[in-house]
């Protein structure tokens, strides 16, 4: 299987994808490590892509968005972006919006402590 297909693959099965530098439970850069603590934080159920296990998977995700940078977050087969976007989205309240409107269960509760601590 090619590494597009690969891609297309892990979009298509699951709701939330992350590709990232490591997993969800061992995050290899501090950029993957922030946006899988959002998600694990918020309660997500996410599938993780380690970029790092595949190069051609690596360019690969970059070239099929067209987004320089790892992570990058998909919901619903939408890129939605890397981590600054995730970030200002999750502190905006839109990440909460774009997760309801997509029928994605989260923890709203833990989604508003994430913005008291960081009022």
Avoid: H
């Amino acid at each position: 299987m090619s590494a597009e297909d690969q891609i297309k693959e892990a979009i298509t099965s699951n709701d939330v994808v992350l590709f990232m530098k490591g997993t969800k439970a061992m995050p290899q850069c501090g950029f993957s490590s922030r946006v899988a603590g959002v998600l694990n934080y918020m309660g997500v159920e996410f599938a993780d892509v380690n970029v790092l296990a595949d190069e051609a998977v690596r360019q690969g995700i970059k070239d099929f968005s067209d987004w320089p940078t790892v992570p990058q977050l998909y919901v619903k087969g939408e890129f939605v972006g890397g981590c600054d976007i995730i970030t200002e989205m999750m502190l905006s309240g839109e990440l909460d919006t774009l997760f309801a409107e997509n029928d994605v269960t989260y923890d709203k509760d833990a989604a508003d402590k994430i913005r008291e601590a960081n009022a």
